[in-house]
Protein backbone atom coordinates (compact mmCIF):
# COMPACT_ATOMS: atom_id res chain seq x y z
CA UNK A 1 0.00 0.00 0.00
CA UNK A 2 1.46 3.64 -1.19
CA UNK A 3 1.01 6.85 0.81
CA UNK A 4 -1.35 7.74 -1.95
CA UNK A 5 -3.73 5.16 -0.96
CA UNK A 6 -2.33 4.39 2.38
CA UNK A 7 -5.11 5.28 5.37
CA UNK A 8 -4.45 6.03 9.33
CA UNK A 9 -6.42 4.39 12.06
CA UNK A 10 -7.19 6.91 14.45
CA UNK A 11 -9.76 6.61 17.65
CA UNK A 12 -10.74 9.38 19.55
CA UNK A 13 -9.84 9.14 23.38
CA UNK A 14 -13.03 9.89 24.63
CA UNK A 15 -16.53 8.84 23.78
CA UNK A 16 -17.52 11.19 20.61
CA UNK A 17 -20.24 14.12 20.97
CA UNK A 18 -22.80 15.30 17.98
CA UNK A 19 -25.38 14.03 15.95
CA UNK A 20 -23.50 13.25 12.47
CA UNK A 21 -23.82 9.52 12.44
CA UNK A 22 -20.06 7.66 11.80
CA UNK A 23 -17.28 5.56 12.68
CA UNK A 24 -16.65 5.93 16.00
CA UNK A 25 -18.02 5.26 19.87
CA UNK A 26 -20.62 7.33 20.78
CA UNK A 27 -21.82 8.83 23.93
CA UNK A 28 -24.99 8.68 23.15
CA UNK A 29 -27.81 6.06 22.36
CA UNK A 30 -30.10 5.05 19.67
CA UNK A 31 -29.84 3.53 16.17
CA UNK A 32 -28.04 -0.02 15.15
CA UNK A 33 -24.79 -0.48 17.16
CA UNK A 34 -23.07 -2.39 19.68
CA UNK A 35 -25.39 -3.51 22.34
CA UNK A 36 -25.05 -1.20 25.60
CA UNK A 37 -26.74 -1.92 28.01
CA UNK A 38 -31.22 -2.73 29.62
CA UNK A 39 -33.53 0.05 30.54
CA UNK A 40 -36.90 -0.05 31.35
CA UNK A 41 -39.80 0.66 28.77
CA UNK A 42 -40.87 3.63 31.38
CA UNK A 43 -37.22 5.02 30.76
CA UNK A 44 -36.98 4.53 26.99
CA UNK A 45 -40.55 3.67 25.60
CA UNK A 46 -39.40 2.03 22.43
CA UNK A 47 -41.40 -1.46 21.76
CA UNK A 48 -39.27 -2.10 18.72
CA UNK A 49 -36.40 -2.94 21.12
CA UNK A 50 -37.95 -4.80 23.77
CA UNK A 51 -36.27 -7.80 24.97
CA UNK A 52 -38.40 -10.01 25.16
CA UNK A 53 -36.41 -12.95 27.17
CA UNK A 54 -34.90 -10.40 29.84
CA UNK A 55 -38.76 -9.49 30.79
CA UNK A 56 -40.19 -12.51 30.60
CA UNK A 57 -37.27 -13.90 32.87
CA UNK A 58 -37.92 -10.81 35.14
CA UNK A 59 -40.04 -11.63 38.77
CA UNK A 60 -41.02 -8.05 38.72
CA UNK A 61 -42.57 -8.16 35.52
CA UNK A 62 -40.60 -5.00 34.23
CA UNK A 63 -40.58 -4.70 30.92
CA UNK A 64 -37.28 -3.79 29.27
CA UNK A 65 -35.85 -2.10 26.09
CA UNK A 66 -31.92 -2.76 24.78
CA UNK A 67 -30.37 -0.26 24.19
CA UNK A 68 -27.51 0.36 21.80
CA UNK A 69 -24.52 2.54 21.64
CA UNK A 70 -24.81 5.09 18.65
CA UNK A 71 -21.78 5.46 16.57
CA UNK A 72 -20.86 9.34 15.61
CA UNK A 73 -18.81 10.60 13.46
CA UNK A 74 -15.95 13.11 14.95
CA UNK A 75 -14.13 16.17 13.25
CA UNK A 76 -10.44 15.75 13.01
CA UNK A 77 -7.92 19.06 12.83
CA UNK A 78 -4.70 19.29 11.82
CA UNK A 79 -3.18 22.09 13.50
CA UNK A 80 0.37 22.90 10.91
CA UNK A 81 3.39 25.22 11.98
CA UNK A 82 3.97 27.05 8.66
CA UNK A 83 7.10 28.85 10.27
CA UNK A 84 10.26 29.25 8.12
CA UNK A 85 12.01 26.45 10.14
CA UNK A 86 10.01 24.19 8.29
CA UNK A 87 11.80 24.93 5.23
CA UNK A 88 14.61 22.48 6.16
CA UNK A 89 15.53 20.23 3.61
CA UNK A 90 17.68 16.94 4.56
CA UNK A 91 16.79 13.31 3.84
CA UNK A 92 13.25 14.86 2.85
CA UNK A 93 11.45 17.88 2.12
CA UNK A 94 9.55 18.46 6.19
CA UNK A 95 6.90 20.64 3.99
CA UNK A 96 6.29 18.20 1.52
CA UNK A 97 6.31 15.56 4.16
CA UNK A 98 3.75 18.05 6.33
CA UNK A 99 1.28 17.71 3.36
CA UNK A 100 1.79 14.10 2.58
CA UNK A 101 0.60 13.28 6.03
CA UNK A 102 -2.53 16.48 5.96
CA UNK A 103 -3.54 14.43 2.60
CA UNK A 104 -3.07 11.13 3.88
CA UNK A 105 -5.43 12.32 7.54
CA UNK A 106 -8.00 13.60 5.28
CA UNK A 107 -8.58 10.67 3.15
CA UNK A 108 -8.67 8.84 5.96
CA UNK A 109 -11.28 10.98 7.60
CA UNK A 110 -13.41 10.98 4.30
CA UNK A 111 -12.87 7.28 3.90
CA UNK A 112 -14.39 6.73 7.97
CA UNK A 113 -17.36 9.73 7.29
CA UNK A 114 -15.26 12.18 9.67
CA UNK A 115 -14.67 15.73 8.72
CA UNK A 116 -11.14 17.28 8.41
CA UNK A 117 -9.75 20.41 8.82
CA UNK A 118 -6.42 22.08 8.68
CA UNK A 119 -5.20 25.38 10.44
CA UNK A 120 -2.04 26.46 9.11
CA UNK A 121 -0.27 28.72 11.33
CA UNK A 122 3.09 30.82 11.34
CA UNK A 123 3.20 34.43 13.00
CA UNK A 124 -0.03 34.40 13.38
CA UNK A 125 -3.40 31.71 11.76
CA UNK A 126 -2.55 32.18 8.11
CA UNK A 127 -6.03 32.88 6.60
CA UNK A 128 -5.43 31.39 3.39
CA UNK A 129 -4.17 27.95 5.14
CA UNK A 130 -7.51 27.56 6.87
CA UNK A 131 -9.51 24.78 5.78
CA UNK A 132 -12.31 24.57 8.33
CA UNK A 133 -13.70 20.97 8.88
CA UNK A 134 -15.99 19.55 5.64
CA UNK A 135 -16.73 15.93 4.93
CA UNK A 136 -16.31 16.32 1.38
CA UNK A 137 -13.86 14.34 -0.71
CA UNK A 138 -12.79 17.55 -2.55
CA UNK A 139 -10.69 18.49 0.05
CA UNK A 140 -8.00 16.17 -0.19
CA UNK A 141 -7.08 17.22 -3.65
CA UNK A 142 -7.37 20.89 -2.30
CA UNK A 143 -4.96 20.49 0.95
CA UNK A 144 -2.54 18.81 -1.27
CA UNK A 145 -2.82 21.54 -3.82
CA UNK A 146 -1.71 23.94 -1.51
CA UNK A 147 0.72 22.78 0.12
CA UNK A 148 2.48 22.11 -3.29
CA UNK A 149 2.38 25.79 -4.04
CA UNK A 150 3.28 26.90 -0.43
CA UNK A 151 6.32 27.80 0.62
CA UNK A 152 6.69 29.07 4.43
CA UNK A 153 7.85 32.77 5.04
CA UNK A 154 7.62 33.58 8.27
CA UNK A 155 9.97 33.60 11.07
CA UNK A 156 8.08 31.92 13.99
CA UNK A 157 5.50 29.98 15.15
CA UNK A 158 3.50 31.87 17.73
CA UNK A 159 -0.04 31.79 15.60
CA UNK A 160 -0.11 28.05 16.75
CA UNK A 161 -1.29 29.45 20.20
CA UNK A 162 -4.35 31.05 18.50
CA UNK A 163 -5.02 27.86 16.83
CA UNK A 164 -7.57 26.76 19.52
CA UNK A 165 -9.88 29.32 19.00
CA UNK A 166 -10.86 28.30 15.61
CA UNK A 167 -11.62 24.73 16.51
CA UNK A 168 -15.38 25.46 17.88
CA UNK A 169 -16.22 23.83 21.26
CA UNK A 170 -16.48 20.35 20.82
CA UNK A 171 -14.12 18.27 21.63
CA UNK A 172 -12.06 17.07 18.86
CA UNK A 173 -8.80 14.74 18.03
CA UNK A 174 -6.79 17.78 16.76
CA UNK A 175 -2.78 16.35 15.25
CA UNK A 176 -0.58 19.18 16.00
CA UNK A 177 2.18 19.04 13.95
CA UNK A 178 5.39 20.99 14.15
CA UNK A 179 9.22 20.72 14.41
CA UNK A 180 8.62 22.23 17.83
CA UNK A 181 11.93 24.25 16.97
CA UNK A 182 11.03 27.17 20.21
CA UNK A 183 10.86 27.38 23.32
CA UNK A 184 9.47 24.66 25.78
CA UNK A 185 7.52 27.35 27.23
CA UNK A 186 5.78 28.04 24.04
CA UNK A 187 5.14 24.80 23.09
CA UNK A 188 3.16 24.46 26.87
CA UNK A 189 1.34 28.10 26.12
CA UNK A 190 0.13 25.89 22.85
CA UNK A 191 -0.60 22.79 24.53
CA UNK A 192 -2.57 24.41 27.16
CA UNK A 193 -4.56 26.52 24.62
CA UNK A 194 -5.76 23.08 23.45
CA UNK A 195 -5.95 21.47 26.77
CA UNK A 196 -9.77 20.86 26.45
CA UNK A 197 -8.73 18.93 23.14
CA UNK A 198 -7.40 15.36 22.23
CA UNK A 199 -4.20 16.40 20.52
CA UNK A 200 -1.44 14.18 19.02
CA UNK A 201 1.47 15.87 18.71
CA UNK A 202 3.74 14.81 15.99
CA UNK A 203 7.29 16.20 15.63
CA UNK A 204 8.51 16.49 12.39
CA UNK A 205 12.34 15.78 12.47
CA UNK A 206 15.06 14.43 9.46
CA UNK A 207 17.60 12.10 10.35
CA UNK A 208 20.05 14.70 8.60
CA UNK A 209 19.72 16.98 11.87
CA UNK A 210 19.24 14.65 14.12
CA UNK A 211 21.90 11.48 13.87
CA UNK A 212 23.39 12.01 10.61
CA UNK A 213 25.51 14.42 11.57
CA UNK A 214 28.61 14.78 9.66
CA UNK A 215 31.72 13.78 12.37
CA UNK A 216 34.32 16.10 10.89
CA UNK A 217 33.95 19.36 8.86
CA UNK A 218 33.10 23.03 8.69
CA UNK A 219 29.35 23.96 8.33
CA UNK A 220 28.32 27.34 7.79
CA UNK A 221 25.36 27.18 9.51
CA UNK A 222 22.72 29.40 8.66
CA UNK A 223 18.98 29.51 10.81
CA UNK A 224 16.20 28.93 8.24
CA UNK A 225 13.88 32.03 11.48
CA UNK A 226 16.24 34.55 12.01
CA UNK A 227 18.82 34.29 8.86
CA UNK A 228 21.63 34.56 11.42
CA UNK A 229 24.76 31.92 10.91
CA UNK A 230 27.71 30.54 12.62
CA UNK A 231 30.62 28.64 11.33
CA UNK A 232 30.75 25.25 13.70
CA UNK A 233 34.06 23.41 13.44
CA UNK A 234 32.70 19.44 13.58
CA UNK A 235 34.71 16.86 14.95
CA UNK A 236 33.54 14.19 16.96
CA UNK A 237 33.84 15.52 20.75
CA UNK A 238 31.87 18.06 18.93
CA UNK A 239 29.07 16.45 17.32
CA UNK A 240 28.87 13.72 20.28
CA UNK A 241 28.03 17.17 22.35
CA UNK A 242 25.43 18.02 20.17
CA UNK A 243 23.59 14.63 19.78
CA UNK A 244 23.19 15.03 23.55
CA UNK A 245 21.74 18.29 23.65
CA UNK A 246 19.53 17.40 20.69
CA UNK A 247 18.77 13.98 23.23
CA UNK A 248 18.08 16.00 26.03
CA UNK A 249 15.78 18.81 24.24
CA UNK A 250 13.67 15.65 22.66
CA UNK A 251 12.98 14.09 25.93
CA UNK A 252 12.30 16.89 27.93
CA UNK A 253 9.89 17.33 25.24
CA UNK A 254 8.16 14.09 25.07
CA UNK A 255 8.49 14.57 28.75
CA UNK A 256 6.23 17.89 28.64
CA UNK A 257 3.70 16.49 26.08
CA UNK A 258 2.98 13.09 27.64
CA UNK A 259 2.41 15.33 30.78
CA UNK A 260 -0.58 16.36 28.57
CA UNK A 261 -2.03 13.63 27.45
CA UNK A 262 -0.04 11.90 24.60
CA UNK A 263 3.54 11.15 23.96
CA UNK A 264 4.87 12.53 20.60
CA UNK A 265 5.08 10.64 17.54
CA UNK A 266 8.09 11.50 15.55
CA UNK A 267 7.44 11.99 12.01
CA UNK A 268 11.18 11.34 10.38
CA UNK A 269 12.00 11.26 6.80
CA UNK A 270 9.14 9.53 5.41
CA UNK A 271 5.64 8.56 6.72
CA UNK A 272 4.66 5.14 7.38
CA UNK A 273 0.78 5.07 7.88
CA UNK A 274 1.19 1.75 9.55
CA UNK A 275 3.18 3.13 12.32
CA UNK A 276 1.64 6.63 12.68
CA UNK A 277 -1.70 4.00 13.01
CA UNK A 278 0.17 1.66 15.80
CA UNK A 279 0.72 4.94 17.89
CA UNK A 280 -2.44 6.20 17.35
CA UNK A 281 -3.87 3.43 18.86
CA UNK A 282 -1.33 2.37 21.55
CA UNK A 283 -2.01 5.60 23.33
CA UNK B 1 60.25 50.39 9.22
CA UNK B 2 60.65 52.20 5.89
CA UNK B 3 58.60 50.45 3.14
CA UNK B 4 57.31 52.70 -0.22
CA UNK B 5 55.59 50.82 -2.84
CA UNK B 6 56.03 51.03 -6.73
CA UNK B 7 52.69 51.30 -7.85
CA UNK B 8 50.88 52.59 -5.46
CA UNK B 9 47.95 52.66 -8.08
CA UNK B 10 46.85 49.32 -6.66
CA UNK B 11 46.85 50.63 -3.42
CA UNK B 12 42.89 51.14 -3.37
CA UNK B 13 42.26 47.70 -3.59
CA UNK B 14 42.85 47.48 -0.14
CA UNK B 15 39.46 48.61 0.36
CA UNK B 16 38.18 45.53 -0.45
CA UNK B 17 39.86 43.90 2.95
CA UNK B 18 36.70 43.88 5.17
CA UNK B 19 35.29 42.05 2.66
CA UNK B 20 35.65 38.46 4.07
CA UNK B 21 34.26 39.87 7.27
CA UNK B 22 30.73 40.70 4.96
CA UNK B 23 29.96 38.25 2.76
CA UNK B 24 30.20 34.52 3.58
CA UNK B 25 33.17 32.73 3.12
CA UNK B 26 32.11 29.09 3.50
CA UNK B 27 28.56 27.77 1.42
CA UNK B 28 25.83 28.25 4.12
CA UNK B 29 24.15 25.07 5.38
CA UNK B 30 20.47 26.16 6.64
CA UNK B 31 19.31 24.18 9.61
CA UNK B 32 15.81 24.80 11.46
CA UNK B 33 17.43 26.70 14.65
CA UNK B 34 20.92 27.88 15.66
CA UNK B 35 19.50 26.84 19.47
CA UNK B 36 20.44 23.42 18.79
CA UNK B 37 23.99 23.88 17.57
CA UNK B 38 26.30 23.60 20.84
CA UNK B 39 28.06 26.63 21.61
CA UNK B 40 32.07 25.95 20.56
CA UNK B 41 34.77 28.21 21.77
CA UNK B 42 37.41 26.56 19.37
CA UNK B 43 34.28 27.03 16.55
CA UNK B 44 34.35 30.45 16.76
CA UNK B 45 38.50 30.88 17.26
CA UNK B 46 38.34 28.99 13.69
CA UNK B 47 35.53 30.66 11.67
CA UNK B 48 37.54 34.62 13.15
CA UNK B 49 40.64 33.17 11.66
CA UNK B 50 39.12 31.65 8.21
CA UNK B 51 37.60 35.66 7.74
CA UNK B 52 40.99 36.51 9.00
CA UNK B 53 43.02 35.00 6.36
CA UNK B 54 40.93 35.96 4.33
CA UNK B 55 41.44 39.33 4.75
CA UNK B 56 45.37 39.13 4.96
CA UNK B 57 45.24 37.11 1.59
CA UNK B 58 43.25 40.05 -0.33
CA UNK B 59 46.10 42.95 1.64
CA UNK B 60 48.49 41.21 1.15
CA UNK B 61 47.97 40.18 -2.47
CA UNK B 62 47.03 44.38 -3.43
CA UNK B 63 50.94 44.98 -1.42
CA UNK B 64 51.79 42.47 -4.04
CA UNK B 65 50.44 44.07 -6.57
CA UNK B 66 51.77 48.05 -5.64
CA UNK B 67 55.45 45.84 -5.26
CA UNK B 68 56.83 47.22 -2.11
CA UNK B 69 60.44 47.52 -1.36
CA UNK B 70 62.34 48.84 1.89
CA UNK B 71 64.53 51.97 1.77
CA UNK B 72 68.17 51.43 1.66
CA UNK B 73 68.74 51.96 5.18
CA UNK B 74 71.72 52.13 7.56
CA UNK B 75 72.29 50.30 10.37
CA UNK B 76 73.93 51.10 13.69
CA UNK B 77 76.05 48.30 14.89
CA UNK B 78 78.46 47.31 18.02
CA UNK B 79 81.43 45.74 17.40
CA UNK B 80 84.89 45.74 18.81
CA UNK B 81 87.47 47.76 17.17
CA UNK B 82 89.23 51.40 16.92
CA UNK B 83 89.21 54.43 14.36
CA UNK B 84 92.64 54.65 13.60
CA UNK B 85 93.81 57.48 11.89
CA UNK B 86 97.33 56.36 10.18
CA UNK B 87 99.78 59.26 10.14
CA UNK B 88 102.17 58.28 7.24
CA UNK B 89 105.78 60.09 7.62
CA UNK B 90 106.07 60.94 3.48
CA UNK B 91 109.50 62.33 4.15
CA UNK B 92 112.43 61.76 1.78
CA UNK B 93 113.99 59.01 4.49
CA UNK B 94 111.56 57.11 4.43
CA UNK B 95 112.28 56.10 0.57
CA UNK B 96 115.57 54.18 2.10
CA UNK B 97 115.86 51.00 3.38
CA UNK B 98 115.81 49.92 6.84
CA UNK B 99 119.49 49.91 7.29
CA UNK B 100 119.11 53.48 5.53
CA UNK B 101 120.62 52.63 2.01
CA UNK B 102 119.22 54.47 -1.12
CA UNK B 103 120.40 52.21 -3.92
CA UNK B 104 120.25 49.00 -2.73
CA UNK B 105 116.85 48.41 -5.38
CA UNK B 106 116.40 44.78 -4.25
CA UNK B 107 115.99 45.07 -0.83
CA UNK B 108 112.34 47.20 -0.25
CA UNK B 109 112.25 50.57 1.70
CA UNK B 110 110.72 51.76 4.36
CA UNK B 111 107.84 53.08 2.85
CA UNK B 112 107.11 50.16 1.08
CA UNK B 113 107.43 47.90 3.65
CA UNK B 114 104.92 50.02 6.00
CA UNK B 115 102.26 50.76 3.35
CA UNK B 116 102.50 46.77 2.42
CA UNK B 117 101.88 45.27 6.66
CA UNK B 118 99.86 48.12 7.29
CA UNK B 119 97.62 46.93 3.66
CA UNK B 120 97.47 43.73 5.55
CA UNK B 121 96.59 44.99 8.80
CA UNK B 122 93.59 46.59 7.62
CA UNK B 123 92.55 43.92 5.52
CA UNK B 124 92.62 41.96 8.24
CA UNK B 125 90.40 43.68 10.73
CA UNK B 126 86.88 44.04 10.06
CA UNK B 127 85.28 46.88 11.79
CA UNK B 128 87.82 49.18 12.30
CA UNK B 129 87.95 52.29 10.79
CA UNK B 130 90.88 54.28 9.28
CA UNK B 131 91.67 57.53 8.25
CA UNK B 132 94.94 58.39 6.18
CA UNK B 133 96.83 61.56 6.90
CA UNK B 134 100.58 62.08 5.40
CA UNK B 135 102.80 64.92 6.17
CA UNK B 136 106.32 65.86 5.27
CA UNK B 137 106.87 70.20 5.59
CA UNK B 138 102.78 70.08 5.33
CA UNK B 139 100.33 67.53 6.01
CA UNK B 140 98.17 66.10 3.29
CA UNK B 141 94.67 65.17 4.15
CA UNK B 142 94.72 61.85 2.90
CA UNK B 143 91.30 59.71 3.31
CA UNK B 144 88.58 60.43 6.16
CA UNK B 145 87.88 58.22 8.82
CA UNK B 146 85.84 55.59 6.86
CA UNK B 147 84.64 52.27 7.16
CA UNK B 148 85.06 51.34 3.49
CA UNK B 149 88.56 49.54 3.09
CA UNK B 150 89.08 49.21 -0.26
CA UNK B 151 89.13 53.23 0.30
CA UNK B 152 91.89 52.79 2.57
CA UNK B 153 93.53 50.08 0.39
CA UNK B 154 93.66 52.94 -2.32
CA UNK B 155 94.98 55.30 0.05
CA UNK B 156 98.21 53.34 1.61
CA UNK B 157 98.95 52.76 -1.53
CA UNK B 158 98.83 56.48 -2.80
CA UNK B 159 101.42 56.65 0.19
CA UNK B 160 103.80 54.72 -2.35
CA UNK B 161 104.63 58.08 -4.25
CA UNK B 162 108.02 59.48 -4.07
CA UNK B 163 108.87 61.51 -0.70
CA UNK B 164 109.74 65.01 -0.08
CA UNK B 165 111.95 66.45 1.83
CA UNK B 166 111.03 67.94 5.41
CA UNK B 167 109.62 66.61 8.16
CA UNK B 168 106.64 68.20 10.65
CA UNK B 169 105.48 66.01 13.04
CA UNK B 170 103.23 68.51 14.61
CA UNK B 171 100.93 69.38 11.87
CA UNK B 172 100.70 65.73 10.75
CA UNK B 173 99.40 64.93 14.35
CA UNK B 174 97.37 67.90 14.63
CA UNK B 175 95.02 67.11 10.91
CA UNK B 176 94.92 63.61 12.12
CA UNK B 177 93.48 64.80 15.94
CA UNK B 178 91.12 67.42 14.09
CA UNK B 179 89.66 64.36 11.84
CA UNK B 180 89.22 62.63 14.54
CA UNK B 181 87.32 65.60 16.49
CA UNK B 182 85.14 66.12 13.24
CA UNK B 183 84.08 62.57 13.06
CA UNK B 184 80.99 62.07 15.70
CA UNK B 185 81.31 58.58 15.50
CA UNK B 186 84.69 57.95 16.37
CA UNK B 187 84.07 56.80 20.07
CA UNK B 188 87.61 55.22 20.31
CA UNK B 189 90.02 56.75 18.38
CA UNK B 190 93.83 55.80 17.99
CA UNK B 191 96.50 57.11 16.14
CA UNK B 192 99.18 55.11 14.15
CA UNK B 193 102.14 57.38 13.78
CA UNK B 194 104.58 55.68 11.29
CA UNK B 195 107.99 57.55 11.01
CA UNK B 196 111.70 56.85 11.03
CA UNK B 197 112.86 59.91 13.12
CA UNK B 198 115.37 61.63 11.39
CA UNK B 199 113.71 64.97 11.50
CA UNK B 200 117.26 66.05 11.44
CA UNK B 201 116.67 69.05 14.31
CA UNK B 202 113.87 71.10 12.33
CA UNK B 203 111.10 69.09 12.70
CA UNK B 204 110.27 69.31 16.43
CA UNK B 205 106.79 71.41 17.89
CA UNK B 206 106.88 75.11 18.75
CA UNK B 207 105.22 75.52 22.39
CA UNK B 208 102.14 76.68 20.60
CA UNK B 209 101.81 73.54 18.62
CA UNK B 210 102.99 71.40 22.06
CA UNK B 211 100.07 73.20 24.17
CA UNK B 212 97.38 72.71 21.74
CA UNK B 213 98.29 69.35 20.53
CA UNK B 214 98.56 68.47 24.21
CA UNK B 215 94.96 69.56 24.70
CA UNK B 216 93.58 67.77 21.81
CA UNK B 217 95.08 64.53 22.55
CA UNK B 218 93.65 64.99 26.22
CA UNK B 219 89.91 66.04 24.71
CA UNK B 220 89.93 63.27 22.43
CA UNK B 221 91.29 60.75 24.77
CA UNK B 222 93.11 59.36 21.44
CA UNK B 223 95.53 56.33 21.71
CA UNK B 224 98.78 56.84 20.38
CA UNK B 225 101.21 54.26 18.58
CA UNK B 226 104.10 55.13 17.22
CA UNK B 227 106.12 52.84 14.49
CA UNK B 228 109.53 53.44 14.66
CA UNK B 229 111.10 52.63 11.37
CA UNK B 230 114.78 52.91 12.68
CA UNK B 231 117.31 49.91 12.83
CA UNK B 232 119.64 49.22 16.00
CA UNK B 233 123.12 50.89 15.14
CA UNK B 234 125.15 49.00 17.44
CA UNK B 235 124.18 49.56 21.24
CA UNK B 236 123.10 53.01 20.58
CA UNK B 237 119.67 54.24 22.11
CA UNK B 238 118.49 56.96 20.38
CA UNK B 239 115.53 57.89 22.73
CA UNK B 240 117.66 57.40 26.37
CA UNK B 241 119.51 59.90 27.82
CA UNK B 242 122.87 61.02 26.09
CA UNK B 243 126.00 60.27 28.09
CA UNK B 244 127.02 63.09 30.59
CA UNK B 245 128.26 66.24 28.59
CA UNK B 246 126.31 65.86 25.55
CA UNK B 247 123.72 67.96 24.78
CA UNK B 248 120.15 66.80 25.64
CA UNK B 249 118.08 69.09 23.32
CA UNK B 250 115.29 68.54 20.96
CA UNK B 251 118.17 70.19 18.57
CA UNK B 252 120.48 67.50 19.13
CA UNK B 253 117.92 64.40 19.55
CA UNK B 254 114.67 65.35 18.50
CA UNK B 255 113.32 61.90 18.70
CA UNK B 256 113.58 61.13 21.98
CA UNK B 257 112.38 64.87 22.99
CA UNK B 258 109.31 63.61 21.11
CA UNK B 259 109.26 60.21 22.49
CA UNK B 260 109.05 61.95 26.31
CA UNK B 261 106.72 64.98 24.68
CA UNK B 262 104.36 61.69 24.25
CA UNK B 263 104.89 60.45 27.21
CA UNK B 264 103.76 63.61 29.34
CA UNK B 265 100.76 63.63 27.25
CA UNK B 266 99.07 61.22 30.56
CA UNK B 267 97.06 59.16 26.99
CA UNK B 268 97.73 55.46 25.95
CA UNK B 269 100.91 55.44 24.38
CA UNK B 270 102.94 53.15 23.12
CA UNK B 271 106.13 52.92 20.77
CA UNK B 272 107.30 50.57 18.46
CA UNK B 273 111.01 50.21 17.46
CA UNK B 274 110.69 48.32 14.76
CA UNK B 275 113.99 47.41 12.80
CA UNK B 276 113.43 44.99 10.63
CA UNK B 277 110.29 43.69 8.51
CA UNK B 278 109.36 41.06 11.56
CA UNK B 279 109.23 43.49 14.09
CA UNK B 280 107.13 45.53 11.99
CA UNK B 281 104.90 42.87 11.29
CA UNK B 282 104.51 42.15 15.51
CA UNK B 283 104.08 45.88 16.03
CA UNK B 284 101.05 46.04 13.65
CA UNK B 285 99.83 42.65 15.26
CA UNK B 286 100.25 44.20 18.71
CA UNK B 287 98.03 47.33 17.86
CA UNK B 288 95.50 45.30 16.22
CA UNK B 289 95.35 43.10 19.33
CA UNK B 290 95.29 46.28 21.94
CA UNK B 291 92.67 48.31 19.81
CA UNK B 292 89.48 45.87 21.23
CA UNK B 293 87.54 48.70 22.60
CA UNK B 294 83.38 48.78 21.38
CA UNK B 295 83.40 50.70 18.41
CA UNK B 296 79.87 51.54 17.06
CA UNK B 297 79.80 51.39 13.23
CA UNK B 298 76.71 51.55 10.63
CA UNK B 299 76.51 49.00 8.07
CA UNK B 300 74.70 49.91 5.17
CA UNK B 301 71.94 47.94 3.24
CA UNK B 302 70.75 47.95 0.43
CA UNK B 303 66.64 48.84 -0.88
CA UNK B 304 65.22 45.44 -0.94
CA UNK B 305 62.32 44.38 -3.00
CA UNK B 306 60.00 42.63 -0.70
CA UNK B 307 57.10 41.63 -3.53
CA UNK B 308 58.13 37.86 -2.76
CA UNK B 309 57.57 38.29 0.64
CA UNK B 310 53.62 39.75 0.16
CA UNK B 311 53.23 37.06 -2.27
CA UNK B 312 54.42 34.04 -0.56
CA UNK B 313 52.38 35.40 2.56
CA UNK B 314 49.08 35.98 0.10
CA UNK B 315 49.67 32.09 -0.76
CA UNK B 316 50.07 31.31 2.49
CA UNK B 317 47.00 33.01 3.93
CA UNK B 318 44.77 31.46 0.47
CA UNK B 319 46.48 27.72 1.10
CA UNK B 320 44.57 28.09 4.62
CA UNK B 321 41.24 28.96 2.82
CA UNK B 322 41.84 26.10 0.07
CA UNK B 323 42.11 24.22 3.48
CA UNK B 324 38.97 25.55 5.10
CA UNK B 325 37.03 24.49 2.01
CA UNK B 326 38.45 20.95 1.77
CA UNK B 327 36.96 20.89 5.20
CA UNK B 328 33.84 22.60 4.24
CA UNK B 329 30.65 20.22 4.25
CA UNK B 330 27.44 20.69 5.11
CA UNK B 331 24.47 18.09 6.23
CA UNK B 332 22.84 15.16 4.65
CA UNK B 333 20.73 15.58 1.91
CA UNK B 334 19.05 12.86 0.02
CA UNK B 335 19.55 12.70 -3.96
CA UNK B 336 16.00 13.17 -4.41
CA UNK B 337 15.97 16.60 -1.90
CA UNK B 338 18.21 18.12 -4.45
CA UNK B 339 16.71 17.26 -7.58
CA UNK B 340 13.70 18.77 -6.42
CA UNK B 341 15.98 22.12 -4.80
CA UNK B 342 17.32 22.02 -8.37
CA UNK B 343 14.40 22.17 -10.54
CA UNK B 344 12.29 24.79 -8.44
Given at each position: ?T?????I?????Q??E?V????HR???????????????????????RI???L???DP?E???????EQ???I??Y??V???????FE?T?R??A?VG?L???????????G?AF?LI???????????FPA?????L????????A???P?R????????????LGG???????ISDF????A??EA??Q?L???????I???DS?E??A?????????R???T?R?????????????W?????E???????????????????S???D?Y????????? | MN?????P??????L?A??????P?L????F??L??V????P???????I????A?A????????A??Y?LAQ???????G????I???R?L?????L???E?ASN???K???AV???????????????G?????????F??P???????????????????I???????????A????A???H?T??????V???EY??A?F?????????????????T?LY??????H??????????P???E????????????L???S????????W????RAI??A?A??????????T???Q???????KLA?A?A?????????????E??F?????V???????
Amino acid sequence: MTNATATISYRPRQRAEGVVIGAHRGRGTGGPGVFLDHVSYLHQPDPRRIDLRLTLRDPFETIYVRRYEQRLAIALYAIVDLSRSMRFEGTARKMALVGELCVCLARSAHELGDAFGLIGCDARVCDDFLFPARRDRGLESEVARRFASFVPERANADGLADAAAYLGGKRKLVFLISDFRMPLAKVEAVLQSLARHDVVPIVVSDSAEETALPSLGLIDVRDLETGRHRVVFMRPALRRRWLAQAAEWRRSLAQLFQSYGRPPFELSDRLDAYELSRHLLET
Amino acid sequence: MNYMVVEPRFLWLLLLAPLPFLAPTLRRASFPTLDAVPKDLPSSLLSFAIKAAAAVAIIAAVIALARPYRLAQSVKLLATGAHVVIVIDRSLSMDFTLNDDETASNAESKIKMAVRLLKDFVARTEHDEFGVVAFSTAPVFVLPITGHHAAVQAALTAMLQPGIPGTNVGLGLELALRMIARDPHATSPAILFVSDGEYGGAGFFSVDMQESLRTAFRKENTHLYWLFLRPHKGNEDILAAPPPGQEDTPNTKPERHIDLFFKSLGITYRIFWADSPRAIQDAVAEINHLETRPVTYFEQIPRKDVTKLAYAIAAFACLLLVAAKLLETGFARAPQVERWTASS
